[in-house]
């Protein structure tokens, strides 16, 4: 069935350091693949998307990877700051009305 | 702010009793989906509207309805609570029809059923 699922629950990380943040996908015919950012009392909130026909997508301190190979994603966050700290998710869509959500990073950033 | 907003925020029911959730989308979206995020786990899809009519619909039953009117804003109605229909109910607001990177989330209505 369709599925997508993250490696690890909660992520702790030094303050400066780099955050990455893995999610495994099961459908291999989708389309594209977002990440979401999810504070406290608020909605999801658009952090970057990838294409299916793409390997790698950046923007600003953040870094979408793409392997369709072993169907894994991952987000790269770069010099990690305390706004950062929230739950992350990856969604994923295959031309169809919705998006399958994972269940959730919760990413911690240490002062 | 993403510009779309949903009310109320937060809700206590009865089981058993009917709820109705309201949502207004960004300015220019025509498209509303709605999502159920039960605790510590990701949003699932419930349905979606697309010029006043149901685009799609997840594994959700039928007690679970909804509308889009002519502005575009939209509801949800749950009818018979159940204890497991406690929730974040989430909106987003798209331009396009289907899923799109530009689906913008409201903060959700918190929903708990008692």
């Known amino acids: 069935g369709e599925s997508v699922g993250l490696h690890l629950p909660t992520l702790s990380v030094q303050e400066g350091d780099n955050s990455i943040i893995n999610c495994a996908y099961s459908n291999s015919a989708s389309d594209y693949f977002i990440w979401y950012k999810q504070e406290s009392g608020k909605g999801p909130q658009f952090i970057i998307d990838i294409r299916s026909n793409m390997d790698k997508r950046q923007g600003q301190r953040v870094t979408v990877l793409l392997n369709k190979t072993v169907k894994h994603l991952s987000l790269q966050i770069a010099a990690t700051q305390p706004g950062d700290s929230a739950v992350y998710f990856c969604a994923e869509n295959n031309s169809s009305y919705k998006l399958i959500f994972g269940s959730g990073t919760r990413l911690l950033v240490r002062p | 702010e993403t510009g779309v907003t949903q009310s109320p925020t937060h809700l206590i029911k009865t089981r058993g009793q009917q709820v109705t959730l309201r949502c207004s989308s960004q300015s220019g979206h025509n498209t509303v989906s709605w999502y159920q995020q039960a605790l510590g786990q990701g949003p699932q899809f419930i349905f979606q509207?697309?010029?006043?009519?149901?685009?799609g619909r997840g594994n959700f039953p039928p007690r679970f309805s909804g509308l889009q009117f002519p502005n575009y804003s939209s509801e949800l109605n749950v009818n018979a609570l159940e204890l497991d229909d406690s929730a974040l109910y989430l909106c987003?607001?798209?331009?396009?029809?289907?899923?799109?990177?530009?689906?913008?989330f409201g903060q959700g209505t918190r929903l708990t059923v008692v």
């Open positions: 987003a607001s798209s331009p396009v029809e289907g899923p799109s990177p530009e689906a913008f």
């Open positions: 509207y697309y010029r006043e009519e149901e685009n």
